[in-house]
């Protein structure tokens, strides 16, 4: 927002800097002994400021009152409170504060008090926080090992476009008019959201469970069950029965449908490699965690490996399924299906399964694998470690399958593509929404403190 010396300001207004338009500016003191249980005093930290420029008291640690027995030590109704430290991201948050409760704030917060002749506070705030939505802030901000803070010094300089002060009242009136809008719009958004992830869940828990080809099995009474002599060997396989051994409980399925483990129905269940990524995109891509979004490959961010014997026998090929063998307890064991021709490679954290044609279509595993009872059997076998969680191949191999005839498999997955093309396609225009919403309050934003909001 500095450019705004660059260019003419409108009559009447003036450009001068935040330290000259405030009467203190104070950072906040430091505490190791804090609760979360509401005893004492709200000390508020870098969280209780949010990314829409509010005070937000969803997560509030609290101290003794004694340790701000001092009235600098506290806030009070018309502060602005400045984030001064964090990730160089979110450095620079500000947040009007319009209470009457007089909290302490941390040493990662400072409090500025305004000269209510040339500035109100709310406008002051809506500026810095501008600032902040703009990436000013990432420019100015001090970079340390972890974090960066912008000083008293560096705030205080920063320049600051004053309009009259009924101007400033009727930018922050018309600002708040804007969000008020704006988040309606995005509640709206969120809802949908989770109506299409709703609408996911169920196409899945249909597919996996025989009632979306229910029609299709009356119209094709002769398609072949898998026989289990089709099935690796290796592996000991029944028709489904009550007194079948199961690490989680399948749903009720057809009787033309088979119940075998994952190792019954792979050529391959295979680990990926180690060996450490580089830059060089001339190099062979390999697929991390992070490829794996939603039950469908992505690729973005990218990372590269030279290419060896290893990495060419981890080639993937089309139809190979990827699973997420650790992750956090929430994402571990995630899957998609690759389905190109483009040479790469995939990750240590990863497993591939390839699959006997004949008994299983790789997509429908998938959503096997991403479905309700999947993300069950997932929770059920995991390992928990101090940050992640894991699920190695022998679990992996072991977790059953209800297979319907290969023919209806291919059916079940056209019948699901089709069905969430279209939610994704709504997904979609969600998202694009969702964009413009940002940009339009970005653009409001800038357009206020040019001087440009229509009177």
Request: charged share 25%; net charge positive.
């Amino acid at each position: 927002m500095t450019n705004q010396d660059q260019r003419p300001l409108p009559p009447g207004w003036e450009l001068t800097q935040v330290g000259a338009a405030v009467v203190d500016i104070q950072p906040g003191f430091a505490s190791g002994k804090h609760n979360s249980d509401g005893k004492g005093l709200p000390h508020f930290r870098p969280m209780n400021v949010s990314t829409s420029g509010r005070i937000d008291r969803t997560v509030t640690k609290f101290v003794a009152p004694d340790l701000a027995d001092r009235p600098g030590r506290r806030l009070r109704r018309g502060d602005v409170l400045f984030n001064n430290t964090n990730s160089i991201d979110l450095v620079g948050k500000t947040a009007y504060f319009g209470d009457d409760d007089f909290p302490a704030y941390s040493n990662h917060m400072t409090r500025l008090r305004v000269d209510h002749e040339k500035v109100t506070p709310e406008y002051l705030a809506r500026y810095l926080h501008a600032c902040w939505s703009s990436g000013e802030f990432t420019q100015l901000a001090n970079n340390h090992v972890s974090q960066a803070s912008v000083g008293r010094k560096t705030l205080s300089s920063l320049p600051l476009p004053l309009p009259p002060l009924e101007q400033q009242r009727r930018i922050v009136a018309l600002l708040d008019q804007v969000d008020r809008g704006r988040d309606e719009v995005t509640n709206h958004l969120v809802r949908a959201q989770g109506l299409l992830a709703g609408f996911r869940r169920a196409v899945l828990v249909a597919a996996c469970s025989g009632r979306l080809t229910e029609d299709w099995r009356q119209q094709h009474p002769d398609a072949r069950a898998i026989d289990p002599e089709q099935l690796a060997v290796s592996a000991k396989v029944r028709r489904r029965r009550p007194d079948v051994s199961l690490d989680i409980e399948v749903p009720d399925v057809p009787d033309s449908y088979v119940v075998a483990p994952i190792v019954a129905i792979a050529t391959a269940v295979e680990y990926g490699t180690s060996r450490k990524a580089d830059g060089d995109e001339s190099h062979v891509p390999v697929l991390r965690m992070g490829n794996i979004q939603d039950g469908a490959i992505g690729l973005a961010d990218l990372k590269y490996i030279t290419p060896d014997s290893e990495v060419e026998r981890l080639l993937l090929s089309d139809g190979d399924l990827l699973f997420n063998r650790t992750n956090s307890p929430e994402l571990v064991g995630k899957s998609a299906v690759w389905r190109s021709s483009r040479r790469a490679t995939f990750a240590s954290y990863l497993i591939r399964v390839k699959f006997h044609e004949e008994v299983a279509v790789p997509e429908f595993v998938n959503y096997w694998i991403n479905s309700a009872w999947g993300r069950i059997w997932a929770r059920q076998v995991k390992t928990d470690g101090v940050s992640q969680s894991n699920i190695n191949g022998t679990k992996l191999g072991a977790m059953p399958v209800p297979l319907p005839p290969v023919d209806e498999q291919r059916e079940i997955v056209r019948r699901v593509e089709q069905l969430l093309k279209g939610s994704e396609e709504i997904l979609a225009r969600v998202n694009a929404t969702s964009s413009l919403l940002k940009r339009t309050g970005q653009s409001a934003l800038a357009k206020a403190f040019r001087g440009e909001l229509p009177h």
